[in-house]
T-cell receptor
Framework: KQEVTQIPAALSVPEGENLVLNCSFT??????LQWFRQDPGKGLTSLLL?????REQTSGRLNASLDKSSGRSTLYIAASQPGDSATYLC???????????FGQGTTLQVKP | DVKVTQSSRYLVKRTGEKVFLECVQD?????MFWYRQDPGLGLRLIYF???????EKGDIPEGYSVSREKKERFSLILESASTNQTSMYLC????????????FGPGTRLTVT
C-alpha cells in the first residue's frame, strides 16, 4: 500500500532563507507527483506537477524535484517570504485514474 | 483559469439530517473527486467519478453517496449525518487523459451537531 510521508511536520525560518521541504513515498510506480499549498481554512492550490518521466519542475521561486528510484521528492523555496507561510502538501498519483495519495503536510512559518 | 466552486463555505446540520454538498467545475473536466480532511488524518478520498453517471468508491465511502447527472456537477450526499462526519470537505477536478493536474475548490466546513 502506497504511503506518503512529509518531514518535518512543521518548520519555522526567518525571511529570506532558502528552504527544502521533503516528501517520500513507498511505491516508486507512480504516474506523477503534485505539490499543493493550503492556507488555513482554505482549499488547495496546485503549485507544481512532476510527471514520472521528469526530474524537476520550476515555477518562479519554487523548484520541485523527483527521484522515483529512491521514492523522494523535494520542494525548494528560494528567498522565502512571510507570504509563503502555509501548509505544503505533496500527493502521488498511482495510475491514470487521477486518484491521489496525500502526505500529512509540512506547515511552514516564515518570520519577518 | 480553472474554477472549482462549492456551494457552501460553512454548513451546520443536525444529526440525522440529509446533507447535500455541491461542486461545480467550469473546465469540462471528466474526472471529479470528493475528499475529506481531518487533523492528523490528512486528506482521504471518499468518491470519484470519471464521467456522467459514473462513480467509484474511494478509501472511505461508508456513510456517503454521490450523484453526477451533469458533467460539470458532482454532489456528495450524507444520507443521515452523524457527528463523526464533521469535517472539511474538498472537491477537485481534472482532465481524464494522462493523469493530469488536479484543481481543488475552496472547501466546505461541515459541522454536525
Amino acid at each position: 500500500k502506497q504511503e506518503v510521508t512529509q518531514i518535518p511536520a512543521a518548520l519555522s525560518v526567518p525571511e529570506g532563507e532558502n528552504l527544502v521541504l521533503n516528501c517520500s513515498f513507498t511505491d516508486s510506480a507512480i504516474y506523477n507527483l503534485q505539490w499543493f499549498r493550503q492556507d488555513p481554512g482554505k482549499g488547495l492550490t496546485s503549485l507544481l506537477l512532476i510527471q514520472s518521466s521528469q526530474r524537476e519542475q520550476t515555477s518562479g521561486r519554487l523548484n520541485a524535484s523527483l527521484d522515483k528510484s529512491s521514492g523522494r521528492s523535494t520542494l525548494y523555496i528560494a528567498a522565502s517570504q512571510p507570504g509563503d507561510s502555509a501548509t505544503y502538501l505533496c500527493a502521488v498519483n498511482l495510475s491514470n485514474t487521477g486518484k491521489l495519495i496525500f502526505g500529512q503536510g509540512t506547515t511552514l512559518q516564515v518570520k519577518p | 483559469d480553472v474554477k472549482v466552486t462549492q456551494s457552501s463555505r460553512y454548513l451546520v446540520k443536525r444529526t440525522g439530517e440529509k446533507v447535500f454538498l455541491e461542486c461545480v467545475q467550469d473546465m469540462d473536466h471528466e474526472n471529479m473527486f470528493w475528499y475529506r480532511q481531518d487533523p492528523g488524518l490528512g486528506l482521504r478520498l471518499i468518491y470519484f467519478s470519471y464521467d456522467v453517471k459514473m462513480k467509484e468508491k474511494g478509501d472511505i465511502p461508508e456513510g456517503y453517496s454521490v450523484s453526477r447527472e451533469k458533467k460539470e456537477r458532482f454532489s456528495l450526499i450524507l444520507e443521515s449525518a452523524s457527528t463523526n462526519q464533521t469535517s472539511m470537505y474538498l472537491c477537485a477536478s481534472s482532465p481524464q487523459l494522462g493523469a493530469r493536474e488536479q484543481y481543488f475548490g475552496p472547501g466546505t466546513r461541515l459541522t454536525v451537531t
